[in-house]
């Protein structure tokens, strides 16, 4: 199983649509890796389908949102250039509230992250 989880923020508002009769809502995600002089920023075109692509969900997803998303990886090719891609399985927002937005909500949730643990720290029993 292929499973991808990052956190980043919205290139763009996202775009809803419909493909096959299923709602599909399109967005790109900027994820910053490395540090310093090796610090780069990765774009992924994502994909949210079915009920979440319905929901009043892609409202919040607006540039800049900060999220967290899990999904399926892979990548497209298009005139030439290799586009990495995630089909959404679950996302979450979880940025405060924008400066310039004072109507959008300060959290609002779906589907949470997994949390991290350090499997190699002491364990207190």
Request: aromatic share 8%; proline share 4%; glycine share 10%.
């Amino acid at each position: 199983m292929n499973v991808f989880t990052f956190t980043g923020n919205l290139g763009k508002d996202c775009r809803s649509g419909n493909q096959g009769g299923t709602a599909v809502c399109n967005f790109t995600v900027a994820v910053k890796s490395g540090y310093g002089d090796k610090e780069q920023t990765l774009w992924l075109d994502c994909a949210l389908w079915g009920k979440q692509a319905e929901s009043k969900l892609p409202q919040y997803l607006t540039k800049g949102a900060q999220v967290a998303v899990s999904g399926e990886l892979s990548t497209r090719e298009h005139e030439g250039k290799t586009y990495l891609t995630c089909r959404v399985s679950s996302i979450s927002l979880i940025g405060g509230k924008r400066e310039d937005s004072a109507s959008a909500p300060s959290t609002r949730r779906t589907n949470p992250a997994p949390a991290m643990y350090d499997l190699d720290a002491d364990i207190p029993f």
